[in-house]
């Protein structure tokens, strides 16, 4: 059974910055799509970003683009949300899942939950003055 696990959630300051970071301890995720979504209180959950595992290229939700950055650290294989620039209204519980490996997608990585074979349980991340 793979699980991902996600860490570095927390309290964020509007305008401050949070990097989280998602795991697959004994799987690996270098040779996996992966992306993040996020579930706001009383919401669906959403897509934020992801990334392939081709050349790392990335699709940002509009929601993401210009505040938010993914990364996979090339040894480890661990993947890193960078968010800066944090609004009130990215308070939520933030999810990685990852493809199956070596699953090829038309644009690099999945951008709807159904391309996603594993899941983490979340991170919560509150961004409050």
């Known amino acids: 059974q793979v699980q991902l696990v996600e860490s570095g959630g927390g309290l964020g300051q509007p305008g401050g910055s949070l990097r989280l970071s998602c795991t697959a301890p004994?799987?690996?995720?270098?040779?996996?799509?992966v992306g993040w979504f996020r579930q706001a209180p009383g919401k669906e959950r959403e897509r934020v970003t992801c990334i392939n595992d081709m050349d790392d290229n990335s699709i940002p939700a509009e929601s993401a683009k210009g505040r938010f950055a993914i990364s996979r650290d090339g040894v480890t294989g661990t993947v890193f949300l960078q968010m800066d620039s944090l609004k009130p209204e990215d308070t939520g519980v933030y999810y990685c899942?990852?493809?199956?490996?070596?699953?090829?997608?038309?644009?690099?990585?999945?951008?709807?939950?159904?391309?996603?074979?594993?899941w983490g349980q979340g991170t919560q991340v509150t961004v409050s003055s």
């Open positions: 004994g799987f690996g995720l270098r040779n996996s799509a």
């Open positions: 899942a990852a493809a199956a490996p070596e699953t090829h997608f038309v644009y690099g990585c999945p951008t709807y939950e159904a391309g996603y074979k594993y």
